[in-house]
């Protein structure tokens, strides 16, 4: 387990300016604070502290929350904060839970669909932690790449990818943790990037025009000294997230003025404010612009309502109407998670977020309903349950899901088909001192994927950028090799080759059954579907597995597959879905008519689809939401969805 190092802020410190700012009085700061390690940072890794000193606060703060001096939130926060643990009895953090069950398979050899196209920096890398956010820009067919370290931006020239040029550096306050910049195009036509940062470091606004004249682009700093753990720009608004419970989200008008932007709102409630977004959203029917926070210490993602979070206009007073939309929740998770980091798919329905402490990595939240999100799984990077590296930020671009995963270093992800199956497809080591650990928040740590040209952006703390292509073919794509992770395999395992004869474009799992070698009993595919966390271990111990299951485990897949948000009536007038009539093949004869529209919701269970794996199209869809009096058929952790609630590129039925 890591000792405490030297992070910026101690847990003691954070405690002191919860009690400053009236979150915690004399006596509760006295009982949390008499015993703690004094030097234990707050950015450590969780579950330092003794069993003994874990049970006593832990006590503390139930009996506190009994006699209503805290609440149950405050209560959770604390705990993140205190590195507490519910079970005494769990395992430290670097071997994590459940790694082993949380790695996702991985569809690739070497380095997959991941392409490196050149870097900058990585000839001289840090001893510590140094290079920060990325953001990029394009002008006149020329591209840059704007980076952050401890000294300043560095504005960088990468239209030849393979020869990076330093353009400009802007020297800033020397900090020693944090610093990010993002991007705005002003309706003016001009483009500005906003960089900001904590441990001493101010906001600072560029102007980027003059690149295209002068290859200078002018800047002026703004204050705001240790508001912006992280920034966001997003619908003409700039956010600086201060990453504590009394700064919170602190929210500025960029269209009205770019260069020097008014603060026109916050979003404070004694809650983190560690990582934000600005997405249009419906609510109730109504598109709305809907902030959504990563609340840090809480472990959760908060859907507010951003024009109850802006001043009064006549008073400058903060207006007391937050109206917070809708939240997830800690319940699917047995510890104190951190909520880092979080994207949006492009259907507006799946929240990807991001837990730093190692409690989980990823997590998938459908926010269909904004007032009601539901947990859909987890997962990890292929390697995890090895390698257990934290995860840092990630974003979606099209069908993948971009992931800059620390130690594990650039991570790729087919989410086409999420939340059922997520495939690793690519990935790229940027982690080249592991010699130098200092402690687990190293290696890689942010990306830019916005650039015209689809280039990604990645920085390492410690070996500066890496810029990528992401391939739309590879070797799997002609040839499938699937190299599945297993737990208790040795690192070098072979990796994993269809047999028979399997069609990249038609491939379906069979009606038979193999062994499980754990149990020695026969199962069939849909009771290998139901548990996600078991495909990457049978499906590499299994050939026969692999045989029956050749999609599942995917080692190759199609485009007929059953609509699992969708719902047909049985011959008593019972909704139904998939699940339920894959069980029950004596009904196929019925169901699975031409007339019936199960044959529609469910082909490939019927095995109506043509022999080129295209489904058939002459009869729509007839599905409606499965009532929620209904028991879900569905794996636990695949909740019943409307089939609007899930993207997908595969063809209607």
């Keep these: 387990i890591f000792v405490a190092c030297d992070a910026g802020t101690t847990v003691l410190d954070e405690i002191a300016e919860m009690k400053e700012h009236g979150f915690l009085d004399e006596d509760q700061v006295f009982f949390l604070t008499k015993d703690y390690p004094a030097d234990l940072g707050a950015m450590m890794p969780r579950y330092q502290i003794s069993p003994q ?7 503390y703060l139930d009996t506190q929350v009994h006699e209503g001096a805290l609440s149950e939130a405050r209560r959770y926060y604390l705990s993140t904060l205190l590195h507490l643990r519910n079970n005494t009895d769990r395992l430290p953090l670097l071997t994590q839970r459940s790694a082993d069950l949380s790695s996702v398979p991985a569809s690739y050899t070497g380095n997959g669909k991941v392409e490196i196209l050149g870097r900058y920096k990585v000839e001289e890398p840090r001893s510590t932690p140094f290079y920060f956010g990325v953001s990029g820009y394009t002008s006149n067919d020329r591209e840059y790449a704007l980076l952050t370290d401890r000294d300043g931006l560095h504005i960088v020239d990468i239209t030849d990818s393979s020869n990076p040029v330093l353009v400009q550096f802007i020297e800033m306050e020397s900090i020693r ?10 309706s003016n036509g ?3 990037a906003y960089v900001a940062g904590q441990s001493g470091a101010n906001l600072y606004v560029v102007d980027l025009s003059g690149l295209d004249t002068n290859n200078t682009a002018s800047y002026i700093e703004r204050g705001w000294q240790n508001y912006g753990h992280t920034v966001t720009v997003r619908e003409g608004y700039l956010i600086l997230n201060t990453a504590n419970s009394w700064d919170g989200c602190h929210i500025f008008d960029l269209e009205s003025n770019p260069w020097d932007p008014p603060h026109v709102g916050i979003y404070r409630t004694g809650s983190d404010c560690h990582d934000s977004s ?10 709305r612009l809907v902030l959504i926070v990563a609340g840090g210490n809480t472990g959760i993602w908060t859907l507010v309502d951003l024009e109850s979070t802006k001043f009064d206009p006549q008073s400058t007073q903060k ?3 937050l109206y917070v939309i809708g939240e997830t929740s800690t319940e699917p998770f047995d510890s104190f998670a951190y909520a880092h980091s979080h994207t949006l798919d492009a259907s507006k329905n799946l929240l990807y977020v991001f837990e730093e402490s190692n409690v989980y990595d990823i997590a998938i939240w459908d926010i269909s309903n904004p007032k009601s999100p539901v947990f859909l799984r987890e997962f990890s990077y292929s390697k995890n349950h090895v390698e257990n590296s934290l995860v840092h930020n990630g974003f979606i671009r099209g069908d993948y899901l971009l992931v800059a995963n620390y130690r594990g270093g650039f991570r790729v992800f087919d989410v086409s088909k999420s939340p059922t199956t997520i495939l690793e497809v690519g990935q790229y080591d940027t982690f080249v001192n592991p010699e130098l650990v200092e402690w687990p928040y190293e290696g890689a740590w942010n990306l830019y994927p916005g650039l ?20 739309e073919q590879d070797v799997s794509s002609t040839a499938p090799t699937v190299s599945v992770s297993p737990s208790l395999s040795p690192s070098n395992a072979p990796s994993i080759k269809p047999t028979g004869s399997v069609s990249p474009t038609f491939c379906d799992d069979t009606r038979g059954k193999f062994i499980n070698p754990k149990t020695n009993k026969q199962e069939p595919c849909r009771w290998l579907q139901a548990r996600p966390e078991l495909i990457p271990i049978l499906c590499y111990e299994s050939t026969e597995a692999r045989q029956v299951c050749p999609e599942t485990c995917g080692v190759c897949s199609d485009y007929c597959e059953d609509n699992f948000g969708g719902s047909f009536l049985d011959d008593d007038g ?3 879905n998939c699940l339920w009539l894959q069980g ?30 295209v489904p058939p199209t002459t009869k729509p869809v007839q599905s409606s939401l499965i009532p929620s009096n209904t028991p879900s058929l569905r794996p636990s952790r695949f909740p019943s969805q409307n089939p609007s609630d899930l993207p997908s590129n595969r063809p209607s039925y």
Aim: hydrophobic share 35%; aromatic share 8%; with cysteine.
């Design 53 to 59: 000193l874990n049970e006593r606060l832990m006590q």
């Design 177 to 186: 943790f944090w610093r990010d910049v993002e991007t705005w195009k002003h």
């Design 278 to 287: 600005i997405e249009r959203l419906v609510v109730d029917g109504e598109e």
């Design 584 to 613: 029950r093949e004596r009904l196929f004869p019925t169901l699975c008519a031409p007339d019936n529209p199960a044959a529609y919701v469910c082909p490939e269970t019927c095995d109506i689809c043509d022999g080129k794996g």
């Design 190 to 192: 001009t483009t500005y």
């Design 319 to 321: 207006l007391d109407h």
């Design 452 to 471: 015209s040209s689809n280039k990604v952006l990645v920085t390492d703390t410690k070996s500066g950028l890496h810029i990528f292509n992401i391939r």
């Design 574 to 576: 019972i909704e139904r």
